[in-house]
């Protein structure tokens, strides 16, 4: 099947640093991506829609100047986490859909952010 | 616009019985669901999905969940349950622009 990577898994960072964190799809192009967060005991939660070439579709309430993504190729999304405060501690995962037509997202290991 | 609802946020079951896991749908335009299984710390994992072709749909380890329309449900379920069954299962709702709507979880606990 299709797979989906993700890196870095976990990362601890200082409040007030950028974080980024890279969304592959190894075997597979992938023309759109999506990003998601997740809180302690709680769903998953859509970030934002990355559409390779184009700018990313945020869903509304999240800070698209906070949480820059990036999607240069059809195997590579970045979500990068600007100055990142506690409250954004979360899990983030990314999923990948095949090129049009393909109804199925491919989800991500998922990357644990903690900020101090 | 596009919802589920799980009902119950953990369900208990005994090892070796009946797995029965609720969702309940809404959506403008012919669904398409999904159960995913996430483990601790991990991402998620399709289960199963239904596409508009059967209405039983049978997944991996030994899961099927049935598509009843007039229902609006799209309920999981496992004969018997087994203990590395225990995990968190989300069931999901794709509608207008390929977006995926989660339901808030159910955490499946297995008694031995």
């Known amino acids: 099947g299709a797979v989906v990577s993700q890196h870095p898994s976990r990362v601890i960072c200082k409040s007030g640093t950028s974080v980024k964190i890279e969304c592959r799809s190894l075997?597979?192009?992938?023309?759109?991506m999506f990003w998601y967060r997740q809180f302690p005991k709680q769903s998953l939660m859509l970030m934002a829609t990355?559409?390779?070439?184009?700018?990313?579709?945020?869903e509304q309430g999240v800070e698209k100047d906070k949480f820059l993504i990036n999607h240069a190729s059809l195997t590579l999304s970045t979500l990068t986490v600007t100055s990142a405060h506690p409250e954004d501690s979360s899990f983030y995962i990314c999923?990948?859909?095949?090129?049009?037509?393909?109804?199925?997202?491919?989800f991500g290991p998922g990357t644990r952010l903690t900020v101090l | 616009a596009q919802s589920v609802t799980q009902l119950g946020s953990h369900v208990s079951v005994s090892e070796g019985a009946l797995v029965l896991l609720r969702c309940n749908y809404s959506?403008?335009?012919?669904?398409?669901l999904f159960w995913y299984v996430q483990y601790p710390n991990q991402g998620l994992q399709l289960l199963l999905k239904?596409?508009?072709?059967?209405?039983l749909v049978k997944g991996i380890n030994g899961f099927e969940a049935e598509f009843k329309k007039s229902e609006t449900s799209f309920h999981l379920t496992k004969p018997s349950a087994h203990m590395s069954d225990a995990a968190e299962y989300f069931c999901?709702?794709?509608?207008?622009?390929?977006?995926?709507?989660f339901g808030t979880g159910t955490k499946l606990q297995v008694i031995p």
């Open positions: 999923s990948a859909r095949l090129l049009a037509g393909v109804n199925e997202q491919f």
């Open positions: 959506s403008s335009v012919p669904p398409y």
């Open positions: 999901a709702v794709r509608g207008y622009y390929q977006k995926v709507t």
């Open positions: 990355s559409n390779e070439g184009s700018k990313a579709t945020y």
């Open positions: 239904y596409t508009s072709a059967a209405t």
């Open positions: 075997d597979f192009q992938a023309t759109t």
